[in-house]
């Protein structure tokens, strides 16, 4: 496995596996690789000669009060992870290596930006949409696989793909959980204890409302949401910033009958953590 910080050289790697005619699975993580990430990588082992995955903070996506200076960051025990999955290059730039200081270019996906996480985190998903136009500038892959876990970012990066006719096959991999039903994240590192196990209680509370639902128990978009911000409310230390119901294909929030394809979506403030989750319903 070979570990590359440089742009052309990322590049000239690619290029060459190209006119080889192997294919290429990219995984773009921001680092603190957990189990989420694994299940993505062995994906991509699976269906590609080579392997690339990328380890960049992305400064873009991050607002001026969020936590950039505080993301983790244990790039060696990361490697090690790549290593041992079968990973055939670490991309792992710097940000002056990625954002020139007279970088002016960015990528946005109007509308679907806005909404959900955007209406908190402003400018966040032009950040994303910005850095995996490079990453796929640079690693030119034939797939590129995201988890289910950030549905919203899933979603405009394959509008993305669509509108503007990138090259690359986008694979959506199913969320990986805690025995207790948190999903994986990087920032659950951050969690004390306690805060730790209120968190698996949010993934509960949707199971238990999914269950609702189909005994036909709770039918409108409204009740399942108030349902669940009733219940968050009883978790104290919980905090809700939103919880919504979106059609799974447009995200436009559904309201009154709930109709098919619908999914949760749902974003917690635990203690100065912030978790996001979402369920199809
Ligand atoms: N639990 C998970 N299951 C499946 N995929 C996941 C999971 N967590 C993250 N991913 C995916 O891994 C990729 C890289 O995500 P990222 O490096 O931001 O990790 P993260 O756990 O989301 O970190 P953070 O919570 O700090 O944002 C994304 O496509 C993301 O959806
Ligand atoms: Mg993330």
Partial sequence: MKIIHKIPE??????KL???????????TMGALHGGHISLIQRARKENDCVIVSIFVNPTQ???????????????????????????????PTPKEMYDINHL?????????????GEFRQGHFRGVTTVVTKLFNITQPDRAYFGEKDYQQLMIIQKMVNDLNFPVKIIPCPTIRENDGLALSSRNLCLSKNERIRAGKIYRILLRVKKLFHEKKLLSADKIVNYIKNEIR???????????????????????????PARILIAV?????????????
Avoid at 10 to 15: D, E, P, R, S
Avoid at 105 to 117: A, F, P, R
């Fill in 105 to 117: 270019s960015y990528v946005t996906v109007e509308k679907l930006s806005n909404i959900l996480c």
């Fill in 62 to 92: 991050f607002g001026p009060n969020e936590d950039y200076l505080r993301y983790p960051r244990p790039f060696n025990k990361d490697v090690r992870m790549c290593k041992k999955y079968g990973v055939n290059y670490v991309f792992a």
């Fill in 18 to 28: 190209h006119s080889a005619n192997k294919t290429i699975g990219l995984v773009p």
């Fill in 269 to 281: 403030w635990d203690g100065k953590t912030r978790l996001i989750d979402n369920i199809e319903i």
């Fill in 10 to 15: 990322m590049q000239k790697i690619t290029k």
């Fill in 234 to 260: 009883r978790v104290p230390g919980l905090r809700i910033q939103y919880v919504k119901i979106c059609n799974s294909k447009t995200l436009d929030e559904i309201k009154g009958k709930l109709y098919s």
